[in-house]
């Protein structure tokens, strides 16, 4: 049986005590870290610092039924690293609060942690700080992630413009599949009590429990001195992303279906589940891809490069959003992404 | 009848659009505010950042039922402010992060954001960044602040030393009284429906709701050319700060109840709830003061400072915490402040 310590029994401050000692300071740039009542860190000088969060709420973003701890402490991460690289700064720290209740256990706030610090080493960044609290209710983590680039170096949404070149990274829908599989297997667990056989569906359901973020994109920007006009992550869909560039940078877009990279595992387990691979694609979300636009004289530095798919180009305010279907009909695109106030009143 | 505009109608996008428009920016080092993946600004050039971030959890840290929410939005960036301050550090920015459910409507979300806005406006900080997410269950506020310092100027918790001086800002126990009065207030209203006349109790009762930042205190330091040798803003109780302090620093210390800061009003609450106000002031918690030591030479800089209290004096770590009554006997302290998860279980 494993081992199951009361959170009740350490209190918030031997908790801290306790998980602190799970979180290793490797940035070179940290000054002050857990302890006190703030962190210090340096910003390079002639940098702008860069500061995103993100809110994880259990029973919106994540059902601890098919989420293992570890790995939504990784994602909670992740998902905010991400933003960061969307910006396309360094990421270098970060801070983590937790309102739990007492269900859970010292034992698994240390897996959360284990994942967090897992993710922290991958991206070299330091958990600076945070706040533990109980809740009444659900588990929530709010991460707040900082960074930093030269003013000149970060990118923006809005300045996309007419006949520049539209680009992901990877592939899109996964993630989105992933859930679904997960979801229609929970039910499955539910009545029968089977534990699913999930073998065929490792990618997509990787993508969807242990997201990555890019970095490696920003690498390659560096490396064949690119500077995308605009840049996002795609957490709430590509249409959803896309259409936030057009709204701020004053544009339209069109898009070919044919050009968006969907995995074959993904395409497979929309068929299997009657739903469009493209929509999956388009409206999905949670594939922490990067979405750019480049100046079409880089177009020939990326051409070719495994990993960056070229599927559109920006157009005139007008045109609007649009996608040439595979059977070259034109239809207007709308953003269906996740929307969690909305979903709230289903 | 007030308006009610529900969630559902406007969604995520339509929700941060609208709530923007109540977020005015000031502070010359914003460089990019909320609209992109991460915001970005300026950190003056040799100096620290600092960082800091509490959550505010519905049931555990706050009650709607006596809690206006424009307060409540003051209060979660007070309390983050009170955190830079105590690292003697200058706040700059902030971002908010919300978990709601569709009990609320937009008008209330609004109420918030605009207790949010006038403390951001009040303490000279721009909101940059956030995020707003659905919650099946209470309200939960998350906030991160960041500010600067000259690397010489950060005071931490770990430099007091023997004989120096402990001194305290305001006065203490004002805000666990008032808590306790709204509290009874509650019942008797639960029981009675009787509106309840809180006139005598107007000092505590806003001591609670809506506290404040002691930046003047920081400003005093900077007058009087004085660096505290430690500093810790008083959230969870002055004995639960000064072990913290005591713990870091590797010290002792005394202090003396007769010269502990108590307002008349907290005192004759105190009275009539049959609570002790030396009680009350050492662990009531949530006073926002600010608690420092400082050198005997700095001593004369401070003697006669309206609203600062000459508390006691640091000793050597093996005569710990303790207090000399007003009887003169010597008790020796523990921190009985406010702790979330040892409280969830009662």
Known sequence: MTKRTELSQIGEFGLI????????YTHKNTHIGIGDDGAAMTIPPEEKMVITTDLLVEGTHFNLMYTPLKHLGYKAVVVNISDLLAMNAKPAHITVS????????????????????????????????GDITSSHSGLLISVTAVGSAPEKQIVRRSAAKENQIICVSGNLGAAYLGLQVLEREKEVFKSSKMQPDLASYDYIIGRQLKPEARKEIIALFKEKNILPTSLIDISDGLASELMHICKQSQCGAQIYEDKLPIDIQTYNTAQEMNLSATTCALNGGEDYELLFTIEQNDYEKLKGVAGIATIGHITDKNAGLQMVCKDQTLIPLSAQGWDGLKQNTK
Do not use: P, T
């Open 17 to 24: 005590d306790h998980l602190q000692k799970l979180l290793n």
């Open 98 to 129: 937790v309102a739990l209740s007492n269900r859970f256990s010292l034992e698994s706030v240390e897996e959360l942690y284990k994942g967090i610090e897992l993710a922290s080493q991958k991206y070299g960044v330091d958990v600076v700080g």
